[in-house]
Nanobody, 120 residues
Framework: QVQLVESGGGLVQAGGSLRLSCAAS????????MGWYRRAPGKQRELVAD???????NYADSLKGRFTISRDPAKNTVYLQMNSLKPEDTAVYYC??????????????WGQGTQVTVSS
């Protein structure tokens, strides 16, 4: 059993910043990668950024330079620093984790989502 707990969402004015956190807990042998996805109203879910536990990052092209993903292996936690926020960043942000179990099987897990609202 693995749980992902997200925090840090909220309401912010355009140009402001937020930092999202996601902590994984439970039956974890190792973490392969964690990432952030978002779903805006009326749109499909899209990748924001992800990071392997070795530290390799991947960003949506449109967000590169404003958003930074990082991880703390000691805490099984991934962060998303969001700067220069725009109204179009408004979405529900979901944490994702690809985790290896003690049975050596890999599984995807999802957080419950945290709302980010950027006002103009």
């Amino acid at each position: 059993q693995v749980q992902l707990v997200e925090s840090g969402g909220g309401l912010v004015q355009a140009g402001g910043s937020l930092r999202l956190s996601c902590a994984a807990s439970g039956s974890i042998f190792s973490i392969n990668a964690m990432g952030w996805y978002r779903r805006a109203p009326g749109k499909q879910r899209e990748l924001v950024a992800d990071i392997t536990w070795g530290g390799k990052t991947n960003y949506a092209d449109s967000l590169k330079g404003r958003f930074t993903i990082s991880r703390d292996p000691a805490k099984n936690t991934v962060y998303l620093q969001m700067n220069s926020l725009k109204p179009e960043d408004t979405a529900v942000y979901y944490c994702n984790a690809n985790i290896r179990s003690w049975a050596f099987q890999d599984y995807d897990y999802w957080g419950q989502g945290t709302q980010v609202t950027v006002s103009s």
